[in-house]
């Protein structure tokens, strides 16, 4: 089986989040159960000077967007046996500061960026070599992707195209843009209609993928039922569960090589299930770090996220706010994101300096040292797609506070669920008071050390793999390539 994966950014070339670990993880698994794996990326600034080894392929071409003949060509990369990267070069598209916005503000021409990316993955599927079985899409940058092949199949200009699986990563970002957009797919007027990518007069390329891709895929089991409801459904609801049977929640998994407690450059001190003593010195090191008192009779709870109301920031402050005059706790953040969000965790680093400390931006080694480092993870999203780092912090021993939504409840364990296997803390609404019931729940627990070792070994001791979720896609491949 070879399989095409197609997505609009790909860990570690470019990334602005999850998705592009996701892909990256999920086409080296797939590549290392033997199946081969050509992956479809743009060439984002920055990515050749960075990467110089990758090269063009030879292999220029003229796609038409609209009323435009725009020209590109791809760039390869083979970082493993069966694994091929290929990077499409367009540089009035892809050469520009950010991925999809500069200042918080979209590029206004995204739709036919992401259409000729589309229309540039569909030709390497048509005139590869070794022509896939199955294209595999992902989120609404490649939405309209699995139309443009169910169009040249039925139509029968690609009699044989391969099939299509299209995963959803976060509903809530659908690629929606005016009427006019549609004319970039050079598409006939009468496919855009309400059972293809209309949606409220606008176009939706989201919603075109969830019509006409052969099989849906979303990141976890509970997220593919919430998103069926009107709360989580985002208004594409009523098609979702027109699709529910064609729908496969699918958790993500979790790179070990890369997020791993005994082979890591970025900690101070080795340790695992087996061996926690390095847990306690990295707690240490940690409170150094961020300018904390070094003290192991209190308990830490960290937080690594975008700044925003979906992940639930809010909820995190104003629990801090109630618990931090009585209650014995250190807190410590990186993220970035919302400015007001931003200020208001900084004023509680210098209200509360001894027990809370904030750092704005990302640093990639800092993030490991703070899941090393701490006791527990709060993690209060409103809603949650699958997340990652609830997952890592189950492999680091740092136990997640979890709201009861998404991948969250489907990847943590709560006692009251299954005492044996517990890992975590679930709370059920998404309000501060709740929030604060589970951080005090956690500082009671944290005085039981048998407790708190159980919940670590629980944690650390979880299968969250690539290898095991990627069975999971296999099985979901074959059952397309085998359907009708």
């Known amino acids: 089986m070879h399989v095409l994966l197609a997505a609009s950014e790909l860990h570690p070339f470019s990334k602005t989040g999850g998705l592009a670990d996701a892909v990256a993880?999920?086409?080296?698994?797939?590549?290392?159960?033997?199946?081969?794996?050509?992956?479809?990326?743009?060439?984002?600034?920055?990515?050749?000077?960075?990467?110089?080894?990758?090269?063009?392929?030879?292999?220029?071409?003229?796609?038409?967007?609209?009323?435009?003949?725009?020209?590109?060509?791809?760039?390869?990369?083979?970082?493993?046996?069966?694994?091929s990267i290929w990077f499409v070069e367009q540089s009035g598209f892809f050469d520009r500061r950010g991925l999809y916005n500069e200042g918080q503000r979209d590029y206004p021409d995204n739709a036919q960026r992401f259409l000729f990316l589309s229309k540039a993955a569909m030709l390497a599927?048509?005139?590869?070599?070794?022509?896939?079985?199955?294209?595999?899409?992902?989120?609404?940058?490649?939405?309209?992707?699995?139309?443009l092949v169910h169009h040249a199949r039925v139509t029968g200009s690609w009699p044989d195209a391969p099939r299509t699986v299209f995963t959803i990563h976060n509903l809530a970002y659908q690629g929606v843009f005016p009427v006019e957009s549609w004319q970039y797919t050079n598409l006939p007027w009468s496919w855009f209609h309400l059972e293809s990518a209309a949606h409220h007069g606008r176009l939706n390329f989201l919603k075109g993928a969830l019509y006409l891709a052969d099989a849906l895929t979303t990141v976890s089991p509970r997220y593919a039922q919430e998103i069926c409801t009107s709360e989580y459904g985002c208004g594409l609801e009523g098609v979702l569960r027109r699709r529910e049977h064609d729908l496969t929640g699918i958790l993500n998994g979790v790179d070990y090589s890369e997020w791993n407690?005994?082979?890591?450059?970025?900690?101070?001190?080795?340790?695992?299930?087996?061996?926690?003593?390095?847990?306690?010195?990295?707690?240490?090191?940690?409170?150094?770090?961020?300018?904390?008192?070094?003290?192991?009779e209190i308990p830490l709870f960290g937080n690594i996220s975008r700044l925003t109301d979906q992940k639930g920031c809010d909820l995190i402050a104003d629990a801090l706010e109630e618990l931090l005059p009585r209650t014995p706790l250190q807190f410590v953040l990186l993220g970035s994101g919302d400015p007001v969000l931003e200020a208001r965790f900084r004023e509680l680093a210098k209200r509360f300096p001894e027990n809370v400390?904030?750092?704005?931006?990302?640093?990639?080694?800092?993030?490991?040292?703070?899941?090393?480092?701490?006791?527990?993870?709060?993690?209060?999203?409103?809603?949650?797609?699958?997340?990652?780092?609830?997952?890592?912090?189950?492999?680091?021993?740092?136990?997640?506070?979890?709201?009861?939504?998404?991948?969250?409840?489907?990847?943590?364990?709560?006692?009251?669920?299954?005492?044996?296997?517990?890992?975590?803390?679930?709370?059920?609404?998404?309000?501060?008071?709740?929030?604060?019931?589970?951080?005090?729940?956690?500082?009671?627990?944290?005085?039981?050390?048998?407790?708190?070792?159980?919940?670590?070994?629980?944690?650390?001791?979880?299968?969250?793999?690539?290898s095991k979720q990627a069975a999971d896609y296999l099985r979901l491949y074959r059952d397309v390539l085998h359907g009708p």
């Open 125 to 147: 599927a048509r005139y590869h070599p070794e022509p896939p079985s199955l294209i595999h899409c992902h989120d609404w940058q490649l939405g309209l992707l699995p139309l």
């Open 261 to 296: 407690t005994n082979a890591n450059p970025a900690l101070n001190h080795a340790y695992d299930a087996q061996h926690l003593a390095g847990k306690g010195a990295n707690k240490a090191s940690l409170q150094v770090e961020m300018g904390l008192p070094v003290d192991p």
């Open 25 to 83: 993880a999920l086409g080296l698994a797939v590549s290392q159960a033997g199946f081969r794996v050509t992956v479809i990326t743009p060439l984002y600034r920055g990515i050749q000077a960075k990467y110089p080894e990758i090269r063009p392929m030879g292999w220029p071409f003229d796609l038409r967007v609209g009323p435009e003949l725009v020209s590109g060509q791809f760039h390869r990369l083979d970082p493993s046996p069966g694994l």
């Open 357 to 466: 400390a904030v750092k704005i931006g990302f640093d990639a080694r800092l993030a490991h040292r703070i899941e090393a480092g701490t006791d527990f993870y709060l993690m209060p999203s409103r809603f949650e797609p699958c997340g990652l780092n609830q997952m890592y912090s189950l492999r680091y021993g740092s136990i997640p506070i979890v709201r009861h939504t998404g991948g969250l409840a489907d990847s943590v364990i709560d006692p009251r669920d299954d005492a044996d296997r517990a890992n975590g803390i679930h709370f059920q609404e998404p309000t501060a008071e709740a929030l604060e019931w589970a951080i005090q729940k956690a500082v009671v627990l944290y005085r039981d050390p048998v407790a708190i070792h159980h919940f670590r070994v629980n944690g650390m001791s979880a299968d969250l793999s690539w």
